[in-house]
């Protein structure tokens, strides 16, 4: 089988139940944007697999999860019209994001203020994977506007955009790196009384 096929060359692709439509199409640009997220988590994937094991093996496999889990969201909208029995993405998979968020909230170091990308160079990754991320849920809120979309697919998006924010900051705080504060905010984010 070759790699190529010609069959976009006029600017058109497939999608499952619907056809070919503009490579351009809500439906494309959001998974689209969920592909180049992907490739942007591989990224930090990579830098924290070649670390120590025992301090970086558990981020590892969470990326790693996550790519597979972004697959699934990528295949879930490529169904012009979603058909619940196929899709992948479940509740599950978003609560999981929330506990693992829950844990790297807990290891990190109380936020009061806005904070600038970086810190660390796994932070700094793991910031362009939250930014990529948010446009990727972007594209698909415009893509339920218009057209059927799976809802937890959105779900799972938002969520996500938490975890590597979570996750850079406990990145920064396991080697010891301060986040960085926006110089001119105040003082916005306050602990939430334990329930």
């Known amino acids: 089988m070759k790699l190529y096929t010609r069959t976009g060359d006029e600017g058109r692709t497939s999608v499952i139940g ?46 790693t999860r996550i790519q597979h889990e972004l697959f699934d969201c990528g295949s879930d909208l490529s169904y ?26 807990a290891a990190s170091p109380p936020l009061r203020r806005f904070i600038l990308p970086g810190g660390s160079e796994p932070a700094a990754l793991l910031h362009v994977c939250r930014t990529v991320c948010r446009r990727a849920e972007r594209r698909v809120t415009s893509l339920a506007a218009a057209a059927p979309c799976p809802a937890e697919v959105g779900r799972y998006l938002n969520r996500l955009s938490d975890f590597f924010f979570a996750a850079a900051r406990a990145a920064n705080a396991r080697l010891g790196a301060a986040d960085v504060e926006y110089e001119r905010g105040a003082e916005v984010f306050r602990r939430r009384p334990e329930a």
């Open 18 to 63: 619907g056809g070919r439509v503009a490579k351009d199409d809500p439906r494309v640009e959001a998974y689209g944007t969920i592909d180049e997220l992907n490739a942007f988590v591989g990224q930090a994937a990579a830098w924290a697999a070649a670390q120590d094991a025992g301090k970086w093996g558990g981020f590892a496999d969470r990326l």
């Open 80 to 105: 012009a019209t979603p058909e619940p029995e196929k899709m992948k993405v479940s509740p599950d998979m978003t609560e999981r994001l929330e506990r693992w968020i829950d844990e790297y909230e």
